[in-house]
């Protein structure tokens, strides 16, 4: 068990071997972690969050077709010297940003059994320490510092912390769903049971997980005896609920920000245009032409000849 005051989280897991199915075909040759969401893949946001909230060791848990976000991550001396002959200082800055952000390991998965398995991979890497682990379809707004408390709620409490999102009851059935406990402090409550995409009527509450877990070092032990779950995947809701069972900590921080999920169509066309119209660069003119097009838009239901 992680006792309080143990040493605080420095590293962080970024699973992303999944297949993008939804985003076909698009993704055929392209991983879903690199698509752009304005000008940067989303992928880079999630490793910039890492970075921010003091996580600078990453390690991105990949599969096969994912050679391109090594690549991403891996400097490029030939493009970096064309920019510079060019004098192009501003996309010179932003390349080199987009590799210096963090430190960034790979190990592959080998087979895609689930995120409790893609979690497990990372063993070796975490050692026994704390770690964060950030799901990529899951963008957190960069002004809202839901990673830094989630760290703050592990170094008081211990044992592990899951970002908790009241989606209704009617969507609960995507997600891990909990069970709590009333607030300990404002936004944090002790979870007392989970459940991996529950049927909606049988659901604990409409608190889903989302992309976001601080994790004691203990969760590998449980995830080695997990047996697959639900969609015959090792899943890391339900190792989470060995962990409660034992009486160990596991705590949630109900998020009350600004969360994308690029991995729904819908959602990431949300993204984009909003991250580009509170950009300095491309919000003026995009917001405009907005107020234009919206006004211009026909009724639901009426023809649009
Ligand atoms: C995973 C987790 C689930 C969690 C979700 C958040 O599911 O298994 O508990 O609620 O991420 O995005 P997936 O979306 O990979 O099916």
Known sequence: MTSQGARPARKAVIPVAGMGTRFLPATK??????????DRPALQYIVEEAARAGLPEVLMVTGRNKAAIEDFFDSTPELE????KKGDAAR?????ASTDVAQVHFV????????GHAVL??????GDEPFAVLLGDDLIDARDHLLEQMLEVQAEHGGCVVALLDVGR???????AVAIEEDTQEGVVTITGLVEKP??????SSLAIIGRYVLAPEIF??????APGRGGEIQLTDALATLVERGEPVHGVVFGGRRYDTGDKLDYLKAVVRLAAEREDLGPALRSWLREFVTELPAEGASSS
């Open 221 to 226: 032990e449980v995830l080695r005896g997990t």
């Open 92 to 96: 010179l800055d932003a390349v080199r």
């Open 108 to 115: 592959r998965q080998g087979e895609a059994k689930g995120l």
């Open 81 to 84: 010297t064309a920019l510079e």
């Open 199 to 204: 049927p909606v009527d049988e659901a604990p």
């Open 121 to 126: 991979q990372a063993a070796a890497f975490v």
């Open 29 to 38: 040759a392209v991983p879903k972690e690199l698509l752009p969401v304005v």
């Open 170 to 176: 009617e969507n609960i059935d995507k997600y891990g």
